[in-house]
């Protein structure tokens, strides 16, 4: 007959006699992929991002549905949408409560990698595609939050948009090619639908296929930093691993079954969460001619924009000395007259453009360079830490402060972003900016220090 010869029966069978590369799939990634069997609860936090995502990509379809992409009629598309379509308020508040707990899941899933060193290697590849994934989740969010054509909206992109404009020679140009007109309207709120409800999708898809192909070549990390694979059976398998089918499809279903509880009675109870998730101004229409009196990007943007706005002319001097002293240290740590000449160079041109007044860059475009690096130094985590060890568990105690110091810092960032500026607030964004970026600038050399545990051969496992 031609048929391929099923290796199950039923309608599995049958599929898998004529579409044999599905079942391979499902064998390769799910069925026969052995994943580490000491999975804890911030293991539940990749499926849930999986699931998330389903939740954004359903219900934005809907959205779109009724949605009219002209500055004219976008904002009472979106009230005919909450007022007049059946269901539709809850299909617009579970797309934006989604969008808030994809944030969420994937600052934990980043966290859970920073614990454990799942960056480390082999998973480098796998960690840079999520760092793509990441940047590709911010501007898709981005995209999407001018849609509502609300006054926070509006001028929220006012203000991101207007950023580019501070990078020399092609920042007006730039701004103007991403806005579609001088100001923003018509066409920048067209490209915005198209990019958010097509091309940031499709390229976020592809993102997650090559981040899990990439994880399922290596393998998982685990929260003992142990290396499965180097224990195998006579059989071939690892000693340690367990099959993810069905061992943890259920283990995930019961994270994922938590999550929409929590979701859901967000959705249902909360769905603007006091303001954070969406901020009161964005009720009100667009008025180009009206200013907010506090404009503020939506919660998960607030650490990066606090950096921007702490980047102050008084500040400048702070951080040509933190560069300086960096440069001095790294120069003596490297070996080879090559590599210390660079340093040196590199330095003296970072320190330059910091303080020297003829060649200073203004405090605007430095807020632009900070807040940029504070996220793609991400990509460098992999090469920046050197401890001999991959998990938190066998680093000395003081290596767990240190990561807690910087995550209570990148909180206390992402407040003072929701809040108006003063003084007060200014100067403990800035320590706290100095405290994110010390945290990986610093790595080479903290993560190296203090005294190491022993690594077990085999992983622990403990029943939960």
Same mark, same amino acid.
């Given at each position: ?25 499902? @064998? ?7 994943? /580490? ?41 979106? *009230? ?32 859970? &990698?920073?614990?454990? =060193?799942? !960056?480390?290697?082999?998973? @480098?590849?796998?960690?840079?595609? =999520? ?8 501007? *898709?969010?981005?995209? =999407?939050?001018?849609? /509502? ?45 198209? #990019? ?9 898809? =592809? ?22 694979? @180097? ?11 367990? /099959?993810?089918?069905?061992? !943890? ?22 769905? @603007? ?5 969406? *901020? ?19 919660? !998960? ?24 002293? #960096?440069?001095?240290?790294? !120069? ?15 330095? &003296? ?15 605007? #475009? ?6 940029a690096v504070s996220v793609t130094i991400l990509f460098a985590l992999p090469w920046l830490d050197h401890s001999p060890v991959k998990s938190m568990r066998y680093r000395p105690t003081w290596h767990r402060v240190l990561l807690f110091v910087f995550i ?11 809040? *108006? ?18 945290f990986f600038a610093l790595m080479p050399w903290w993560s190296r220090m203090g005294t190491f545990k022993p690594v077990p051969d085999r992983v622990r496992f403990t029943a939960h």
């Amino acid at each position: 007959m031609g048929l391929h010869t099923p290796r199950y029966k039923g309608l599995l069978g049958w599929v898998d006699a004529r579409m044999p590369s599905i079942m391979d799939i499902f @064998e390769a990634h799910i069925a026969n992929y052995y994943a /580490p069997k000491n999975f804890n609860f911030w293991y539940f936090f990749g499926s849930i991002a999986a699931v998330v995502l389903v939740i954004q990509l359903v219900s934005g379809a809907f959205l779109a549905m009724h949605y009219k992409p002209d500055s004219r009629l976008a904002f009472w598309s979106v *009230e005919l949408i909450m007022r007049e379509v059946q269901g539709g308020w809850l299909i617009r508040y579970m797309h934006s409560v989604g969008a808030s707990f994809f944030f969420i899941v994937i600052y934990f899933h980043i966290f859970r &990698a920073m614990l454990y =060193g799942s !960056y480390r290697t082999p998973r @480098e590849i796998v960690w840079i595609a =999520g760092c793509v994934l990441f940047l590709a989740l911010m501007a *898709e969010s981005f995209f =999407g939050y001018l849609l /509502p054509w609300g006054q926070m909206s509006f001028w929220g992109a006012q203000v991101i948009i207007n950023l580019f404009s501070s990078i020399p020679v092609i920042g007006p140009d730039l701004s103007t090619w991403i806005r579609g007109d001088f100001v923003i309207g018509d066409a920048t709120l067209n490209r915005f639908f198209a #990019l958010h409800t097509m091309v940031m999708p499709t390229v976020m898809i =592809g993102l997650i296929v090559a981040h899990v192909m990439a994880l399922h070549d290596v393998g998982s990390n685990n929260p003992d930093g142990i290396e499965i694979k @180097e224990h195998r059976g006579d059989d071939g398998k690892p000693l340690d691993g367990i /099959p993810f089918h069905p061992y !943890y499809t259920v283990h995930d279903i019961y994270g994922i079954a938590f999550f929409f509880i929590i979701y859901f009675a967000v959705v249902f109870f909360a769905p @603007e969460m006091g303001g954070v998730f969406l *901020e009161g101004n964005n009720f009100i229409p667009a008025d180009p001619m009206q200013t907010p009196l506090h404009i503020a990007p939506l919660w !998960y943007f607030t650490p990066f924009y606090t950096i921007l706005r702490a980047t102050t002319a008084d500040f400048l001097p702070w951080l040509g000395g933190a560069v300086l002293a #960096l440069g001095a240290l790294t !120069y003596f740590t490297v070996r080879g007259w090559r590599v210390r000449l660079f340093v040196a160079a590199m330095t &003296a041109l970072a320190f330059s453009f910091a303080t020297v007044h003829k060649v200073q860059l203004d405090a605007k #475009l430095w807020g632009v360079i900070l807040m940029a690096v504070s996220v793609t130094i991400l990509f460098a985590l992999p090469w920046l830490d050197h401890s001999p060890v991959k998990s938190m568990r066998y680093r000395p105690t003081w290596h767990r402060v240190l990561l807690f110091v910087f995550i209570a810092a990148f909180f206390v960032l992402g407040y003072f972003g929701m809040e *108006e500026p003063n003084p007060m607030r200014n100067i403990i964004s800035q320590f706290c900016m100095a405290i994110y970026f010390g945290f990986f600038a610093l790595m080479p050399w903290w993560s190296r220090m203090g005294t190491f545990k022993p690594v077990p051969d085999r992983v622990r496992f403990t029943a939960h």
